[in-house]
């Protein structure tokens, strides 16, 4: 626990050295999770970002999973998203995006590991622009670990993602590598509060922008 604190802090630190060259976000989120069906569960998560060192609103953002398990805990599931960003000051953009994806879980002692490989379409201004015509398409994967212990006031974890674009279509700095670090205190049985950072990055391009993200996040669980 200690040497995970010293990482964070390690890190929080080296990035306000950089300030002028990258920018630092805030996201606030909410989930709720539940069954829907006999083996279908979902997920409701509606988020606020915050940009411009987090003094200016980016995007409002609500999504949308159903996930039905194939193998024990390991299975596929749908996903959908609508969010307005506000990054532009000339306008807004209005994004939906639908994607599949599959997950496998794996738990070795107090380790919990997963994957998740995500294929997703997104819609810029549905029907009025160029990327609301056409989609933008990606491919998504995510590897994750968290240490949960019986009497741990927090629950440590760490995760890498990478974004791929696929196709020609205004692919110019879609591919990205996002890094978290986070921990989660579970306040009841059925609800808990995260906190993470997050280092996000575009790659194969000649100037890239680097974005850290203080993510603070709470949890419901519904029987």
Known sequence: MTRFKAVIFHLLIMNALLAQQQDFHTWYNVTIKGEL?????YEIEPELRLFDNSG???SV???IKLFKPIIKKNGIGIIYRYQTDFYNPDYNARIHRWGVYSRLRKKIGKLKCSYRAQLQAEYENYKTTRN???PQMEHRHKLAAKWEGKNWIV???????YFFSIGSFDNHGKWKRRITLSIEHELTK????LLAYKRHNKFNVSDPNVVNIL???IEFKIK
């Open 37 to 41: 069906f006999k083996n279908v569960s």
């Open 56 to 58: 200016r609103l980016g």
């Open 61 to 63: 953002l609500a999504d």
């Open 132 to 134: 609301g015509m056409v």
């Open 155 to 161: 629950n440590p974890g760490m995760g890498v993602e």
């Open 190 to 193: 059925n609800t808990s509060l």
């Open 215 to 217: 993510l603070m996040g």
